[in-house]
C-alpha cells in the first residue's frame, strides 16, 4: 500500500491559507449537509479530470447534499451522474427537484414566511405529499442546529447575529440553486435506496466512476437517520469494481487496516469544517498517482 505523507492542498489557494476554504468553491446544494464535501471540489475536479469525462458516469452511492453529482454535471466532468441516497426526507427533495417540481419548490421558499410556528406546521405536513415531504425537508435543513436531518434534533436557538430561527434562511440563494439544478436535470438520475444494491448492480462496467462518503464510524450516528452500514462490507464491494473510485472516510485506524488489506492508496488531506478550525479526513482510492503533481 502506498501511504503518502499528510500535505495541505494548495491548487486553489491564492491567499496564502494551506487549506481549501470552502467560500472558494461554487455552493450549488440546496442543503447544508453534515459532512457535505464542498471543501474537497478542488480534487474532485483533478480525479474526474483525470479520469477523461467522455463515455464516463459518475455515481454517487451516498449522495446527501449531492455537492459532487451536481458540481460533474454543472461542470461537464463526466457524461452522466446517478446520486443514490437512502433517506426518503433526503430523496424527496431531489425527486421533487429532478422530475418537474424546481420551480414550484423554489417559489414556495421564497413565498414561505418563516417563523418558528410556521416551520413546525411545514414540518407537520411532511406526510402529505411527496412535495409537502420535500418542502418540509428544506425546511428543517435550515431551522435545525447544523442542519441535522436525523430524528432528534432541535431548531436553531440564537443563530447568527442573534437571527435565530431565520439565520441560515436565505430563500433568494435556494430558489437560485434550485433553478440552476434544474438546467442540468437531464444529466442526472436519482434512485432512492441502497448504495450497496446500485454499486453491485454496476460493478462490471468500467465506464463507470464511484464517489462514495458513507456515514463514518465515529460520527455518523448523530448526523443521519441511516448512519449504520457494514465498513467492511463496502470495502468488499468496493474492491469488485471495475471502474475506479473515489472513497472519503475518517482519520481511523479500522479504515487504514480495511484499506491495507485492499492494497488501496491512502491520503490524508487538510480541511477547515464549519467552525473554522483544521482537521484531516482520508481519502481512498485504487491509485492516487493523480494527486501526486500537487504534493508539496
Ligand atoms: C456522509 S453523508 C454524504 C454527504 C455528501 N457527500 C455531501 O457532500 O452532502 C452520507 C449519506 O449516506 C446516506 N446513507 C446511509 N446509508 C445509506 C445507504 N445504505 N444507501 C444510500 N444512502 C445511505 C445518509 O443518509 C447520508 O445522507
Not at 427537484?97 to 413546525?120: D, H
Request: hydrophobic share 40%; aromatic share 8%; net charge neutral.
Amino acid at each position: 500500500m502506498l501511504q503518502l505523507e499528510l500535505f495541505e492542498p494548495r491548487d486553489i489557494v491564492s491567499n496564502n491559507q494551506s487549506v481549501v476554504n470552502v467560500s472558494s468553491v461554487p455552493q450549488r446544494s440546496p442543503f447544508r449537509y453534515a459532512g457535505g464535501k464542498t471543501w474537497l471540489i478542488p480534487k474532485i475536479r483533478q480525479w474526474l479530470h483525470y479520469q477523461g469525462g467522455a463515455g464516463k458516469e459518475l455515481i454517487e452511492p451516498f449522495a446527501g447534499g449531492g455537492i459532487v453529482s451536481l458540481t460533474a454535471a454543472c461542470e461537464g466532468l463526466v457524461d452522466r451522474v446517478t446520486m443514490v441516497e437512502k433517506d426518503q426526507d433526503v430523496a424527496a427533495v431531489w425527486r421533487v427537484i429532478l422530475n418537474g417540481g424546481a420551480e414550484w419548490l423554489a417559489e414556495s421558499i421564497v413565498n414561505f414566511q418563516l417563523t418558528a410556528e410556521s416551520a413546525r406546521e411545514a414540518i407537520d405536513r411532511a406526510n402529505n405529499s411527496l412535495e409537502d415531504r420535500a418542502f418540509a425537508t428544506i425546511i428543517k435543513n435550515r431551522v435545525n442546529r447544523g442542519g441535522i436531518l436525523a430524528d432528534g434534533a432541535s431548531f436553531i436557538k440564537n443563530g447568527e447575529n442573534g437571527k435565530g430561527i431565520t439565520s441560515r434562511w436565505y430563500p433568494e440563494t435556494l430558489k437560485r440553486r434550485i433553478l440552476a439544478i434544474e438546467q442540468v436535470k437531464h444529466k442526472i438520475n436519482f434512485i432512492e435506496g441502497d448504495a450497496f444494491e446500485v454499486c453491485e448492480q454496476n460493478a462490471n462496467n468500467r465506464n463507470t466512476v464511484y464517489f462514495i462518503d458513507p456515514p463514518y464510524i465515529k460520527a455518523g450516528g448523530r448526523l443521519y437517520r441511516h448512519s449504520i452500514i457494514d465498513h467492511q462490507a463496502l470495502f468488499d464491494l468496493v474492491a469488485k469494481l471495475k471502474g475506479d473510485f473515489l472513497m472519503t472516510y475518517d482519520d481511523d485506524s479500522e479504515v487504514h487496516k480495511m484499506a491495507g488489506c485492499n492494497e488501496f492508496n491512502t491520503q490524508l488531506i487538510a480541511m477547515k469544517n464549519t467552525h473554522h478550525a483544521k482537521k484531516t479526513e482520508l481519502i481512498i482510492g485504487k491509485s492516487l498517482e493523480w494527486l501526486l503533481p500537487t504534493i508539496q
